[in-house]
């Protein structure tokens, strides 16, 4: 099934055209009524018509995440004041957060993509969705909100975190399709395992996880816990919000669907700021070519993946790989460059470890230092704790040693590891975990 079955399959030549359309009349836009691109392009001494297509975007600069803070909160809007319809922003850990805006026209869009997400996600007309995203500056439980009312589907505004009230609603109000986080997911799985509660049991079939990175071995736990199909949803709210891009259910594995017809993508260099071919990894930016209140031009998501078309897929719009890391988020041990997800790719190797895991940097004199803290798999050291303590700390030094080892093997880092008990690695109130903490 599609939500949008002209757009989602239009031939690329045809797609190519209406981003053109699209791209120039934005362009057009942002140069007569936003002061900070027109002085870019003055700079640089390019016209709007200088961009023939989307082929020439390389030609102008990136917008980061510190020109949107420059502008705080409303320098980069194209549109007047009177015309914005809603205001979200994204906290940020210094200063001011970033703001975005939308007109009518904007949230019809935002809308749209969230619906064809969904429709991808397994989500059909009639279906009730559990939204246990957050509501209020946050975009990702008003997005979802709006997207699923306009594929017909009843909303079951939770919003984030209660976890009590997220379990009674699963079972007493059948929803067959859940939104969250994937952290929280893993929550809800392991508390419904805690409490008795049969997942086999529940309405729901239908997971739609994003707003952290994740990987196939949460996905695996997931969908063992809940019983459910889980697909990742991607979105940032300078772009618009959750459903920049979305999995099909029926793809897994094979990447996320961007809806092209709104969101330009292009993957470049990190240093360098090249544009890659088609396949290579690097840092994803997004140019908004439907946007009309807050349009960005090639705006540097620091989020590392690849891009490229799938000649066997149902829709013809590009896929981007699962998000390897952040750019800024890349550490430098001793030499060696890795992002924390490529410890996740590890993990499946352990059986008797969970996906739940922490990274703490730390400094040493002039060094940088990784400890990774990593919990059992739930029930795995009960049995060995109860019957021999000390059996017990020799299992979990093994578990420590044999991944540090792996570790060292695939990555050519040597880190510290310590095996700790079940659900111990602190989580926020909305079961959110904390994957990297920088101490340094």
């Known amino acids: 099934?599609?939500?949008?079955?002209?757009?989602?399959?239009?031939?690329?030549?045809?797609?190519?055209?209406?981003?053109?359309?699209?791209l120039a009349i934005m362009l057009a836009s942002v140069y007569q009524n936003v002061p900070f691109y027109k002085k870019q392009m003055d700079e640089l001494g390019i016209k709007p018509a200088d961009i023939k297509g989307v082929e020439d975007l390389h030609k102008l600069p990136f917008t980061k995440k510190t020109d949107l803070r420059d502008n705080y909160p409303y320098?980069?809007?194209?549109?007047?004041?009177?015309?914005?319809?809603?205001?979200?922003?994204?906290?940020?850990?210094?200063?001011?957060?970033?703001?975005?805006?939308?007109?009518?026209?904007?949230?019809?869009?935002?809308?749209?993509?969230?619906?064809?997400?969904?429709?991808?996600?397994?989500?059909r007309p009639g279906m009730k969705l559990h939204n246990a995203y957050g509501y209020g500056l946050f975009t990702g439980g008003l997005g979802m909100?709006?997207?699923?009312?306009?594929?017909?589907?009843?909303?079951?505004?939770?919003?984030?975190?209660?976890?009590?009230?997220?379990?009674?609603?699963?079972?007493?109000?059948?929803?067959?399709?859940?939104c969250c986080t994937p952290s929280y997911a893993q929550t809800l799985a392991e508390e419904c395992e805690?409490?008795?509660?049969?997942?086999?049991?529940?309405?729901?079939?239908?997971?739609?996880?994003?707003?952290?990175?994740?990987?196939?071995?949460?996905?695996?736990?997931?969908?063992?816990?809940?019983?459910?199909?889980?697909?990742?949803?991607?979105?940032?709210?300078?772009i618009i919000g959750p459903g920049v891009s979305q999995e099909d259910y029926e793809e897994k594995g094979t990447g996320s669907y961007i809806w092209e017809d709104h969101f330009?993508?292009?993957?470049?260099?990190?240093?360098?700021?090249?544009?890659?071919?088609?396949?290579?990894?690097?840092?994803?930016?997004?140019?908004?070519?439907?946007?009309?209140a807050m349009p960005l031009v090639r705006?540097?998501?620091?989020?590392?993946?690849?891009?490229?078309?799938?000649s066997d897929a149902k829709r013809t719009h590009i896929k981007m790989s699962a998000?390897?890391?952040?750019?800024?988020?890349?550490?430098?041990?001793?030499?060696?460059?890795?992002?924390?997800?490529?410890?996740?790719?590890?993990?499946p190797q352990f059986d008797q470890l969970s996906p739940a895991y922490q990274l703490?940097?730390?400094?040493?004199?002039?060094?940088?230092?990784?400890?990774?803290?990593?919990?059992?798999?739930?029930?795995?050291?009960?049995?060995?704790?109860?019957?021999?303590?000390?059996?017990?700390?020799?299992?979990?030094e093994r578990a420590a040693k044999a991944l540090a080892s792996k570790i060292h093997s695939t990555l050519g880092l040597r880190i510290g590891v310590t095996v700790e008990e079940h659900d111990s690695i602190p989580r926020s109130a909305g079961g959110k975990l904390s994957r990297l903490v920088d101490q340094r």
Not at 323 to 347: H, K, Y
């Open 1 to 22: 099934m599609f939500f949008n079955e002209t757009i989602e399959t239009l031939a690329l030549p045809k797609l190519r055209q209406l981003q053109n359309e699209r």
């Open 75 to 123: 320098g980069l809007f194209a549109v007047p004041e009177t015309d914005i319809r809603r205001i979200h922003a994204s906290s940020g850990t210094t200063g001011k957060p970033t703001v975005v805006g939308y007109n009518e026209e904007d949230l019809n869009t935002f809308d749209e993509v969230v619906a064809r997400s969904l429709v991808c996600a397994g989500a």
């Open 145 to 178: 909100h709006g997207g699923a009312t306009k594929l017909g589907m009843a909303v079951i505004p939770v919003s984030g975190g209660m976890t009590d009230r997220q379990l009674m609603i699963l079972q007493d109000f059948k929803p067959e399709v859940m």
């Open 194 to 238: 805690k409490r008795g509660i049969d997942t086999g049991e529940l309405a729901v079939k239908y997971a739609v996880l994003g707003a952290e990175p994740w990987t196939e071995a949460i996905r695996q736990q997931v969908e063992a816990g809940l019983h459910v199909n889980a697909t990742n949803i991607y979105g940032l709210s300078e």
């Open 264 to 292: 330009y993508p292009e993957v470049v260099d990190r240093d360098t700021g090249e544009p890659l071919p088609h396949g290579q990894e690097g840092v994803l930016v997004f140019t908004t070519i439907s946007k009309q």
């Open 299 to 310: 705006y540097w998501t620091n989020d590392v993946c690849s891009i490229y078309y799938d």
């Open 323 to 347: 998000i390897r890391g952040r750019s800024d988020d890349m550490l430098i041990i001793r030499g060696v460059n890795f992002f924390p997800t490529q410890i996740e790719a590890i993990l």
């Open 360 to 396: 703490l940097v730390s400094r040493k004199g002039n060094l940088d230092e990784v400890h990774l803290r990593i919990e059992w798999e739930k029930g795995y050291g009960a049995s060995i704790k109860a019957g021999d303590a000390q059996s017990y700390q020799e299992a979990k």
